[in-house]
C-alpha cells in the first residue's frame, strides 16, 4: 500500500474521525479509502475511513495581501494539504483516536472491502465501483427480504439518472443472486419508450469517454455478463377509440402483448377505487359513494350469465355494460334513483359524478370486453423474469390506475396463496402514490408493503425527485437509501438527515452515473460510480447488422 502523509498533530482526533497532512508528492481526492495502523499495548490497531474533506493553504499566512508576497516570493511560506476523514471501522474494536504522527495509507482492494463491510458480508451483488476502482457491493439480505427490504433512489429529474441505476441494480441482482429463478421483477415505463428495449444490445453509439471494450471489460470486472436482459415481457396498452383493442406502439422491433382491464375484473377484484388515486382531498368524502357502487356491480356480476362474465360483460334490466361510458350512464341513473335509499344528499352524488365522468373520459379506452389478444397481467408477471408495463402515453389518472391496480393484484396474490416468488416493483414518482401530506387508496397498500412488504415476498424500488414528501412510514422502512444529483432546496429536508453536510454538498454536484449509497452494514454513506448500460435504451441504439460488423472491425 502507498504512503500518503501522516495523521496531523494540531488537531483533536477522535475515533470517529480524524485529519493527516498529506504528503507533497501524493494526490488525494474525495472518496478515498485510507487505513491507519497504530500502536497500542494491546498490539496494533487499524483504523479504516474515507475521506470527506480536504483543504489546501498556506501555513503562517494570516492576510489576504500575504498571497502577492508569496507570489513574489519576498516572505517564506509552506503550502500544505489536510484531508479529513471519516472513520468507517475500527479494527480490533478498540475505539481510541489514530496516534498522532502515524502514517497513513491509501487502501487497496482487501482494505477498502474490509473498511466497507464488504468482507463481512455473506451474500452480495456488486453495483458498480468506488473512486479507488474497487468493486462495490450492496448487501442482498437487505434487498430481497432476508434481513431487510426496499430501496428508495432520489434525485433531479434528467441529471440523476434514477431510472438508469434501477435497472442496473436489477441486472445485477437477476445474474448474481442465488435465488433469481424466484424473482419477479416489474418496471412501469414512464419516459417515452426508452425502456422498450431492454431485451436488445447496445450498439454503444452514444457511449462517451470510453470504448466498448473498456465497457465491457468493466462488467466483466464486477462478474457480469455484458448483455440484454433477457426473459422479458413488455406489456403495451390499446390505442385510444380503437375497436377491436391494437397495441398501441408504432415500432415493430418492440414485441409486446396488449394489456386492459374487463369491468367484471375490476370490480371483483375491488380495482374501482383505484381510478380515483389523485382525489386525495376529497376521497375521504367520496369513499362512501365508490362503495356503494362497488357492492352494487358486485351484485350484477353475481347475477349476470357465466359466459358473459367471462368475456367480461355485465348483465343489467337496462341491458349489457362493458366499458366505462356504459358504466357512467348506468351509475348515474342507480345514484340519483337511489339518493335517499343510501341516505346520500344530490350534492355528494354530484361531486362524485363529476370526477366519474373525468375518469370515463381518461381511462375509457383501458376497459372493454375480453378480446383472445388481451394479456392476462398477473399470469405474464409471474411466468416472466422481467416485465416492463409501458405507461408512459397514458394521462396521469390512467398511468395512476394501472400502476396502483397491478401492484394491488400482486399484492391480493401474494396474501391469498403460497406464492414463493419474490416481486420487486420499480416504481417511479413514488410520491404520487404514498403523499406524506394526504391518503390515497393506494397509499394503504404501499405503506402496508413497507412495513411488511419483506414477509409477503414485496419488494419496493422507488424512484422520485422529491423523497421528502413521501410517507415517512415508507422511505423509514427503506433498508438502502440512494441520492443522485439533488436540488439544494430538497437536500436541505429533514429526510437527508443521515447524510453529512460534506456529502450533502456532494449530492448537489453529483455527475450522472454517480451516486450515493446508504446501507445498513457501512456506518456511513458512500459515493458509487455504476457503467454504462449494455443494454438498448432507445431505439436508435438498437444493435443491428451493420452494427455488429462496426464493433468486430
Known amino acids: 500500500m502507498k504512503k ?15 485529519y493527516f497532512l ?43 495581501i500575504e498571497t502577492e508576497l508569496i507570489i513574489d516570493k519576498k516572505i517564506p511560506y509552506v503550502n500544505i494539504t489536510v484531508a479529513k476523514v471519516f472513520v468507517t471501522r475500527i479494527e480490533p474494536e478498540i475505539y481510541i483516536p489514530p496516534e498522532p504522527s502515524a502514517e497513513v495509507y491509501l487502501a487497496d482492494k482487501i482494505s477498502s472491502e474490509i473498511a466497507l463491510y464488504f468482507d463481512k458480508m455473506g451474500n452480495k451483488i456488486p453495483i458498480g465501483f468506488l473512486r479507488n476502482g474497487t468493486n462495490s457491493f450492496l448487501n442482498l439480505d437487505f434487498i430481497d427480504g ?16 434514477k431510472t438508469s441505476f434501477a435497472t442496473f441494480l436489477l441486472f445485477s441482482l437477476l445474474q448474481k443472486s442465488p435465488n433469481s429463478s424466484q424473482y419477479r421483477a416489474i418496471i412501469f415505463n414512464v419516459k417515452s419508450f426508452d425502456l422498450l428495449y431492454l431485451n436488445y444490445k447496445n450498439n454503444y453509439k452514444n457511449l462517451r469517454h470510453e470504448s466498448w471494450q473498456e465497457l465491457e471489460e468493466k462488467y466483466l470486472k464486477l462478474g457480469l455478463d455484458p448483455k440484454p436482459f433477457n426473459n422479458v415481457r413488455i406489456l403495451v396498452p390499446p390505442k385510444k377509440n380503437k375497436f377491436p383493442k391494437e397495441i398501441d ?18 370490480f371483483k377484484k375491488e380495482l374501482f377505487k383505484f381510478f380515483f388515486v389523485d382525489e386525495t382531498k376529497d376521497f375521504q368524502s367520496m369513499e362512501r359513494i365508490i362503495s356503494i357502487v362497488e357492492r352494487h356491480i358486485q351484485k350484477l356480476i353475481e347475477k349476470t350469465d357465466q359466459e358473459l362474465e367471462k368475456q367480461g360483460i355485465i348483465e343489467t334490466q337496462k341491458g349489457y355494460i362493458e366499458n366505462l361510458d356504459q358504466l357512467f350512464e348506468y351509475i348515474k341513473d342507480y345514484l340519483e334513483q337511489n339518493a335517499s335509499k343510501h341516505n346520500e344528499s344530490k350534492t355528494t352524488i354530484n361531486a362524485f359524478l363529476r370526477r366519474f365522468k373525468k375518469v370515463k373520459e381518461d381511462c375509457n379506452f383501458l376497459t372493454g370486453r375480453i378480446q383472445e389478444n388481451k394479456t392476462d397481467i398477473v399470469g405474464e408477471i409471474e411466468r416472466n423474469q422481467l416485465t416492463v408495463i409501458d405507461v408512459h402515453n397514458l394521462n396521469e389518472k390512467a398511468k395512476l390506475f394501472v400502476v396502483s391496480s397491478i401492484l394491488y393484484l400482486i399484492y391480493l396474490k401474494k396474501e391469498e396463496e403460497n406464492d414463493r416468488n419474490i416481486y420487486f416493483f420499480v416504481i417511479d414518482e413514488l410520491n404520487k402514490y404514498a403523499p406524506a401530506s394526504s391518503d390515497t387508496p393506494i397509499k394503504e397498500v404501499i405503506v402496508d408493503i413497507a412495513e411488511r412488504g419483506r414477509s409477503l415476498g414485496i419488494i419496493l424500488i422507488g424512484a ?15 433498508a438502502i437509501r440512494v441520492i443522485g444529483r439533488s436540488d439544494a432546496f430538497e437536500i ?9 453536510e460534506d456529502l450533502k454538498k456532494r449530492a448537489i454536484i453529483l ?34 447488422t451493420t452494427d455488429i460488423k462496426k464493433l468486430i472491425i
Open 249 to 266: 406502439i408504432p415500432d415493430s422491433l418492440v414485441k409486446a402483448n396488449l394489456y386492459y382491464f374487463s369491468l367484471t375484473e375490476i
Open 146 to 161: 432476508t434481513s431487510g427490504a426496499h430501496i428508495n433512489i432520489s434525485g433531479m429529474s434528467g441529471v440523476a439518472t
Open 492 to 500: 436541505s429536508k429533514s429526510f437527508y438527515t443521515f447524510l453529512s
Open 464 to 478: 422520485q425527485q422529491t423523497a421528502s414528501q413521501i410517507d415517512h412510514r415508507v422511505t423509514s422502512n427503506c
Open 4 to 18: 500518503i502523509g501522516h495523521v496531523a498533530g494540531h488537531k483533536q482526533n477522535t475515533p470517529y474521525e480524524f
Open 511 to 544: 455527475k450522472p452515473g454517480n451516486m450515493i449509497i446508504s446501507q445498513p452494514d457501512c456506518p456511513i454513506p458512500f459515493v458509487i460510480s455504476f457503467p454504462y448500460p449494455t443494454w438498448a435504451t432507445r431505439k436508435d441504439e438498437v444493435l443491428n
Open 22 to 64: 498529506v504528503d507533497r508528492e501524493s494526490l488525494i481526492q474525495l472518496d478515498d479509502i485510507v487505513i491507519v495502523k497504530s500502536p497500542c499495548s494491546q498490539g496494533e490497531i487499524i483504523h479504516y475511513g474515507i475521506v470527506r474533506e480536504i483543504v489546501k493553504y498556506t501555513e503562517a499566512s494570516q492576510y489576504a
